[in-house]
């Protein structure tokens, strides 16, 4: 509401008074609030200029207090393979050959003048839907093109907020599952309130042929899609894209904003960030804003713009708090954050006691007990590198770490490591049963509990060989029947 | 009315002219009947007469000898009423393709003027889209492949590996017509691309489509899952005849004499 009486520049001697006398009128009719509203149509633009796009999870400068514009977005449909996860690779359809699309950034009133080009290589024809649009098709209609062709069409922004777009051509679903959505921020007169950092997450779920990890090109698989069971839920496009050395950044004390969306085409997100409280949520991307927030619910073809500030250091972790999405189909992200502790903020922890209500037990997971692609055998000690390295990074990376170094205190190095190198078949036996209990790893004593793993024999080979082959093991090489003989004692 | 007599004068004529022609070279039989397209609803049957279908897409050799022989087809005399800037995008010259292209491959960047021109010169036209839908329905086993899974699978496959339009023809196995090539190559022009529409907007905007494709562009039709055919609809809907594209060839068909 002040920025809005900001907008009307009124002088500062008077302003008090009109503050009172809006309060005033707001509260005994709120209902002229819609009447009141500025007439965007009606806003005048001077200039033209090109559009800056960006990739994700770069979001372009903010519009700040620029006039209204025609503004020129150029945007070009690719289709092209790409890599969801470790060794599997899918056919994305894209705006501007990334998923999600270019960020577009846009201020109340601006004309945009879209150009749409549809690659020659490109098999199929696309158009777009942008929800930011007031108009038939939200501009799908217009924008209806065939591969080697550009259309173009304009419109005006009226309504200030953050909205998806999408590609709209039949089968609709299939353009949108394969990775066809993005991002288009439409910011108020006198733009947002200026943040420290701010970032672009969108989530997406994709349906493939084979299961989740199964390797090589997976086709897009329709019937999954209509069931609705994604076998992966993804920010930015793929598995691990805002993690590792991707993972988006902030220092303690700054502010963050995060644009995010969801480009569906059928889950809804409840996003949320292990750790952080937004101070300040645009729920459902408008103009209503909510404070203090846990989760917030992201609809299919719907965004929000959260906002908070970073007080202590560390890693804090983005989810889909429909928690499965997030650890078993890849709805992850990382916020990495650095700088000064703040121990009355948070204390870290103080001490570990032991406490034993009903003993030791191993945790176990479920086997799923079925035959997958995974169970190809390799072929060669290279793709037993290959495949185990794959296998380690979906399995074996979060616990021991990129480069085999563990995490000192929780998890035991696997670099350089006696314990690995001395007893192969005690290796096996942990990987297949799990191990609970203080062993002693180059003379740290580690006292956590690692779960058995629901691999298979090829699998638990291939990552064996794998970590033998790094950071100066003794290059052992563990076949499946190794495994199977320790698995049958 | 008048638009039947017309029609019924010039099936009259066609009949007169290929009365004496024998099945052609390179040219498969299909026995018409019935069936259900897409877009349909279980009283929409269509019904196709028998004709004979090219075996193969035409090549770019083929369309050379045809530029040769019909110089107004060349890429720099074609009338731009016809033919939009890319037409024969992938030639040297008039008459010479780009070193990079294969005589054998697909001819594309071909416009639709161009296409039902060559079909005409040899004595046949371009397919109505009930009749390639018809052919194309086909798998190396059986007339309607549709309920197979394995039959949308196939043609799915071939929309996610870029470039197909640079093999050569015949790299698919022929269908249960003896065609090759309906799926796996490039798109092929028929003579009524467009009086099916899939509207710029695919979702019902407006009502000229409405036993077409409703809601997410599929509740009017007849198989759900052939989400293959939706993308050819789609994508004959996005084009215009003047268009040239790299991905979008075409072969001819002829009637045989009605009994």
Redesign the interface.
Known sequence: MITKLNSLKVRSYWRQSVLALACITLASCANKDKSEKQDTAQIKVSQVMQAELTAPPHVPTPVGRRQAKKLIVDMEIL???GEMTNGVSY?YWTFGGTVPGSFIRTRVGDEVEFHLKNH??????H?I?LHAVNG??GG??????????EKVFSFKVLNPGLYVYHC???????HIANGMYGLILVEPEGGLPPVDKEYYIMQGDFYTKGAHGDRG?Q??D??KA?DEKPDYVVFNGKVGALTGDDAITANVGETVRLFVGNGGPNLVSSFHVIGEIFDKVHVEGGELINDNVQTTLIPAGGASIVEFKVEVPGTFIMVDHSIFRAFNKGALGMLKVEGEEDKKIYSGELRDDIYLPEGGKIQSMPESGKVAEKDIPAKSLDEQLKFGKQTYMQTCFACHQSEGQGVPGAFPPLANSDYLNADVDRAIGVVLHGLTGEITVNGETYNSVMTRQSLSPEEVANVLTYAYHSWGNSKKVVTPEMVKKVNNK | MLVRTCLMFCIAFTIQVTAFAQTSEGMAEIKGGSYIPLYGRDSAVVKVNDFLMDRYPVTNKEYQAFVIKYPEWQKSKAKQLFVDA?YLRNWKNDTELKDSEKPESPITYISWFAAKKYCECQGKRLPTVDEWEYVAMADEEIADARVKESYN?KI??W??V??TNTYEVGRNPENYWGIYDLHGLV?EWTSDFNSIL??????K??DKDANL?CG???IGATD??N?AA??R???R???SAR?????LGFRCVKDVEIE
Do not use: C
């Not at chain 1, 020659?120 to 024809?125: G, R, V």
């Open positions: 289709e092209e393979e056919v020659p290589d490109n098999k199929l024809p158009n839907d038939p098709g799908a209609e217009s924008s209806f093109v065939a591969p080697g062709h709209a051509t039949a089968p609709v679903g299939m090109l086709p897009f329709m019937q209509i | 890319t699978q799915l496959s929309y996610e870029p470039r798109w899939i509207t710029g907007e695919s979702r905007d407006v494709f997410s562009a599929a759900l899952m989400y939706f993308m609809y789609a994508f809907g996005s084009i268009y040239s594209i790299k991905n």
